[in-house]
């Protein structure tokens, strides 16, 4: 069994020592579909806010799951640069789509978020913090190109010399189910490219692969961890067989044959830094709006900026943290001037710390190949072809 | 103002700030003053030459000021401070007794302890001489760790001069080489007129290029042609440091705002190597 | 103060320190030793411009004077340096004047002996016109830095 997978799979995945690391075949039990109803059951159970995929507004958006009915069941989406659009599948797939425009940093890292509060009272003004209560979340539905990210995100956050506690505190409670990509085309993703994907191989606590045929629908589900392993077993399941394996290979190695998008990485954050001033920042330049969708969408961009505001009396004030975007002149205000003003140097700085300082800084890329960024950029500027202009390098082998 | 003491939680948490009053206040210029601080709490924040604080008036924001002295009693903090926004016009406008919330210290510090045995040569344009001038503070408390101290300022006009009163004292030091200069000059002003790059000829027979150490601070552009005129005298690139500044606004390195290239100048600065630098040094806008 | 000695501050100011000891002995036939009390002019705008002046030693303000404000110093020289450069494209006149803030010592050329020996000798001509241009670069990228007024506050954005 493990054997058989390392076969067809190890071509796929380029290992990146420092994103992922191909480890040990885990546990793994079949479960039928109509079985999701329980899992979510028996996480509520234990007192855990599940969040998941669910249709809102023409797209699939991470939300509150109450029942298993709220997931996109039977939906697939067309995505494309600058395009985003639900269609009906023809079969009840649960988790049948790539991602959409949230990204989990919404639950682990929200905004705005209070940092402290400050009472003015008689005895002085007194500083409290707020955060006393944060939620245990669920997240059902994790792609392995998100799990990537929340771990790049980890790195950033928590494990540095300073760690920001309120995303500490959520991070580590979070129950992680991931779906392992497959029964969808992934027209923007480039995970394999960037070694995050299309299989998750740890970091979870369950980890889905769908497998659906006019005849079952079952769920291949891997154990990734104690608590994981002790919720399934409250769920109707049995081994996983040789042929369950190999379907579910079949089917990942599909979505990794499809992969809308290709990435050269070796060499690519000294190229980038070689050629900063290359005529193509130019051309994506005349095209990009700044409008900073792509950091809004993107699961790795963390940047925020701090601010007081009191209410009108002056009595309550609260130090607060919004989402920022290094696409506005406001970004680099310092004492009295921005310091990137044209629309130019701002692009360069997210390509340029996407996908080659970053790897200065943290030991990884920031991008995880999620493809968010191509699909919801209103001009449908494709950070692959950027990249790759910009950098001139291209992917010599083959796709699959 | 912020009259009130302010009690805050045991700071576990890296955004929460410590109540400190404010013990004096000395106008340097019309839009300039220096504060010197003391914490209510036994709390030592203890800072070097070169690192910032985060000063908070709370209600209004947060901003980072490098410290300009050493402390006189453990715990004191003492920052120059001048009114560019709505914060730090609030820090100016701070008296004794009022109340300010510091984090901090954050950042890298002058290389004091690379310079020992070294000659040492310090470059102030403008502001850029408060977070010089707790190098300067530090080299004198123990002046026989260094070779030749050279301290040179350039400021826009005879009344933008900081630290008038130290001046005048250091000018009198022999073991000291003092060289200021004015862009703009007044009818009383009797020294010199013209750019700081300029007062680096007038100092060359004093240093060894070889075994000197270099520390700027000023306006990037003023920087730039330092750097220049230091690099014509033949001081290594690793030998040139630079006290940097960006937009900050966690201090901790999680924010992103202050960003230059690879590095956070929160957590790998303000204080640099221009040979970590030169890569980027002619990239407008990065 | 004897030729000899002229060669001798020729051969230490760093305008003249790296000609050859035969050009500087010419030179030092054109020159003489000046010296001026706190306040004392060198230049005053409007004469004509036939001196050029090595500062050896004090400080020398380069200044405009403008009616209702007195003299308005932009820049200032010091020991090592050289004042005036008019004299170069004669017939000419000094539009600024320079006045010495402190006691300083100068060596004085004849501007029209000058011009002459330079026209004589080429290879010396083109030497000193090399290092004048040197100096007016110098003088431009420090009125320009002080121009840019770096220190100055903030502008609004």
């Known amino acids: 069994m493990a054997h058989h997978w390392t076969e067809a799979g190890l071509h796929l995945l380029i290992d990146r020592a420092a994103t992922r690391t191909v480890t040990a075949m885990p546990q793994a039990v079949v479960v039928e579909a109509s079985q999701l109803a329980n899992l979510l059951t028996a996480l509520h159970a234990r007192k855990y806010r599940v969040i998941g995929p669910t249709v809102r507004d023409g797209a699939i958006v991470y939300d509150e799951l109450t029942t298993v009915s709220d997931l996109p069941v039977g939906w697939t989406d067309e995505q494309e640069a600058g395009q985003y659009r639900l269609r009906r599948r023809d079969d009840g797939a649960y988790f049948g789509y790539a991602v959409g425009p949230h990204a989990w940093k919404r639950f682990l890292h929200p905004s705005p978020f209070t940092l402290w509060r400050a009472r003015r009272t008689p005895d002085g003004v007194i500083v409290e913090l707020t955060d006393a209560e944060p939620s245990r979340f669920a997240f059902l539905g994790v792609r392995p190109c998100d799990l990537a990210a929340i771990g790049i995100l980890d790195r950033v956050l928590r494990d540095g010399p300073y760690v920001d506690p309120s995303y500490r505190d959520r991070r580590d409670h979070v129950f992680v189910v991931t779906v392992q990509c497959a029964n969808f085309t992934p027209s923007t993703c480039f995970c394999v490219s960037m070694g995050t994907g299309p299989r998750a191989e740890n970091g979870f606590d369950l980890a889905l692969t769908e497998l659906l045929d006019p005849e079952s629908h079952r769920f291949l589900v891997e154990i990734g961890s104690e608590r994981g392993a002790e919720i399934l077993h409250e769920l109707p399941h049995r081994p996983a067989s040789a042929s369950d394996w190999e379907t579910a290979t079949r089917l990942v190695h599909n979505t990794a044959a499809r992969m809308g998008r290709q990435l050269e990485v070796r060499g690519l954050p000294e190229a980038l830094l070689a050629n900063l001033e290359h005529p193509r920042w130019d051309h994506v330049a005349a095209r990009c709006l700044t409008c900073g969708n792509c950091t809004m969408v993107c699961p790795t961009c963390f940047c925020f900026s701090v601010e007081d505001r009191s209410d009108l009396t002056g009595s309550v004030i609260e130090r607060v943290r919004t989402a920022d975007v290094c696409f506005t002149t406001a970004f680099t205000y310092t004492a009295g001037k921005s310091l990137r003003q044209s629309a130019r140097s701002r692009y360069r700085q997210w390509l340029t710390h996407k996908l080659a300082t970053w790897v200065t800084q943290f030991g990884t890329f920031g991008c995880v190949g999620c493809g968010r960024c191509i699909t919801w950029c209103p001009v449908g500027i494709d950070i692959t072809e950027e990249a790759a202009a910009i950098s001139g390098l291209t992917r010599k082998d083959e796709r699959p | 103002m912020v009259k009130a003491a302010i009690t805050t939680p045991a700071a576990t948490n890296p955004f929460i700030p410590f109540p400190f009053v404010v013990m004096s206040r000395r106008r340097e210029t019309r839009d300039t003053v220096t504060l010197r601080l003391r914490p209510l709490r036994n709390v030592r924040l203890l800072a070097q030459p070169g690192q910032f604080m985060m000063l908070s008036v709370i209600g209004v924001g947060e901003v980072p000021i490098s410290v300009s002295g050493l402390p006189r009693r453990p715990g004191e903090l003492e920052h120059t401070i001048r009114a560019v926004g709505s914060v730090t016009r609030h820090l100016v406008a701070l008296r004794p007794g009022d109340y300010i919330g510091v984090r901090g210290p954050f950042g890298t510090s002058w290389p004091l302890q690379l310079a020992h045995g070294q000659d040492v040569l310090l470059i102030a344009g403008g502001l850029g001489f408060a977070p010089l001038r707790s190098a300067l503070l530090s080299i004198l408390r123990e002046r026989w760790r260094y070779r030749q101290v050279i301290a040179l300022y350039g400021a826009r006009s005879p009344t933008d001069l900081l630290y008038r009163r130290d001046l005048s004292r250091w000018q009198q030091r022999p073991d000291l080489i003092l060289r200021m200069t004015v862009d703009h000059p007044d009818q009383y002003w009797r020294g010199q007129v013209g750019v700081v790059p300029n007062l680096i000829r007038q100092v060359a027979a004093f240093f060894e290029p070889a075994n000197t150490i270099a520390m700027i601070c000023g306006p990037e552009i003023m920087m730039r042609f330092t750097i220049r005129e230091l690099q014509k005298h033949g001081v290594p690139d690793e030998h040139i440091f630079l006290s940097l500044e960006r937009n900050m606004q966690c201090a901790i390195g999680l924010c992103g705002h202050c960003q230059l290239g690879p590095f956070f100048l929160c957590k790998d600065g303000p204080v640099l190597p221009y040979s970590r630098l030169a890569p980027f040094s002619e990239i407008r806008e990065f | ?157």
């Open chain 3, 1 to 157: 103060m004897s030729d000899r000695e002229l060669e001798e501050f020729l051969a230490v100011h760093p305008f003249t320190a790296d000609l050859d000891e035969n050009q500087r002995a010419l030179l030092a036939k054109q020159a003489r030793l000046a010296h001026y009390q706190p306040d004392e002019y060198l230049i005053q705008e409007g004469r004509p411009a036939n001196a050029f002046y090595l500062i050896v030693q004090g400080l020398v303000s380069i200044e405009l004077f403008v009616p209702g404000h007195g003299p308005r110093p932009l820049q200032t020289v010091e020991g090592g340096s050289a004042v005036g450069w008019s004299w170069m494209l004669a017939p000419s006149r000094w539009e600024f004047d320079a006045r010495a803030l402190e006691r300083t010592t100068a060596v004085v050329f004849d501007a029209e002996r000058l011009r002459a020996l330079l026209l004589e000798d080429c290879c010396l001509g083109l030497r000193l016109v090399q290092r004048l241009l040197f100096l007016v670069t110098e003088r431009l990228r420090a009125a320009r830095l002080q121009l840019l007024d770096l220190y100055g506050p903030p502008r609004e954005r």
